[in-house]
């Protein structure tokens, strides 16, 4: 999957990039069902929204489930990653946002790279998200909101407001920005929700200011997103570093390998 220029050029001045339905009915079947599995596995990988019991998020999911395994080899993650990168890559964190229909709580504005800085003492935001759709998403379903070209500012605002010391995962509620800040941050760089059917991926700069509204409506929308992290930016973690599902260790170099993801898992796990 190569980026053509112009696509390049578009992340860069806006921090973010929509590729519609990179992936096929098949595949998303298959990374769906293999999300299923994994959601039901208990253990600190799995969040639960506040109230209730329903799944906020499960981390590091191709650690047990091969079908996402075999995903953060895919050319069509991969590839871009390594152009816009600029080098060797391996992978960071991954993560399912399940957003589910009534239940999905907001998703507070934040920065990425912000909660990376201060809980794992990363060295600088040479990293990238890659969000890959696994429902449909809609103006309904509790889109990811983008302040297009706010990478470009840097990390906002007093980064010492902040003392997160966390072993666990960094909500964004945690690291949040203020109405202030968002009311400006708005002003000059607008907003906008990447939309489209599953399959769809988001490539999305670690320093872009972002969000998301509850899920008000009868319709999932499961958010995956693997974070690429450039061989050479490890964490240099001053005390315990986070737990392996949450950040990996593992920082060989991940090479290109298409096998299919439909097989990858086998036919009745
Ligand atoms: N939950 C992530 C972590 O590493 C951080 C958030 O969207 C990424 C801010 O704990
Ligand atoms: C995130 O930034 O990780 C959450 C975005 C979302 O799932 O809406
Ligand atoms: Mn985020």
Same mark, same amino acid.
């Given at each position: 999957?190569?980026?053509? +220029? ?31 599995? +994994? ?39 991969? &590839? ?24 999905? &709580? ?28 696994? +429902? ?70 670690? &320093? ?50 298409? &096998? ?10």
């Amino acid at each position: 999957m190569r980026l053509t +220029d112009d696509e390049v050029r578009g992340y860069r001045e806006r921090g973010f990039l929509l590729v519609e339905s990179l992936f096929g009915p098949e595949e998303v079947d298959a990374l769906r069902a293999a999300f299923l599995r +994994d959601s039901r596995v208990p253990g600190e990988q799995r969040i639960l929204e506040d109230k209730g019991d329903t799944v906020r998020a499960v981390y590091g999911s191709h650690r047990r489930q091969p079908e996402f395994a075999a995903l953060v080899r895919n050319s069509r993650l991969l &590839e871009p990653a390594h152009r816009l990168l600029g080098r060797d890559v391996y992978l960071f964190q991954l993560k399912v946002n399940a957003k589910p229909p009534f239940t999905g &709580e907001q998703w507070a504005w934040h920065q990425d790279f912000l909660a990376w800085q201060l809980a794992d003492n990363l060295p600088a935001p040479r990293l990238l998200n890659v969000g890959v759709f696994l +429902d449909d998403v809609t103006e309904f379903n509790g889109p990811v909101i983008f302040l297009p070209g706010s990478h470009r500012d840097g990390l906002v605002g007093d980064r010492t407001r902040h003392s997160t010391r966390s072993v666990q995962h960094v909500d964004p509620d945690d690291i949040s920005l203020t109405p202030a800040q968002m009311a400006d941050l708005v002003n000059r760089h607008g907003m906008e929700s990447p939309k489209g059917p599953a399959g769809s991926v988001v490539f999305f700069d670690p &320093e872009i200011v972002h969000g998301s509204a509850p899920n008000m409506s009868p319709f999932p929308r499961k958010l995956l997103i693997a974070t690429y992290n450039a061989v050479g930016n490890e964490p240099r973690p001053t005390g315990e570093p986070r737990p392996e599902y949450l950040i990996c260790r593992d920082n060989r170099p991940l090479r290109i390998s298409d &096998e299919p993801l439909v097989t990858a898992g086998g036919e009745n796990r």
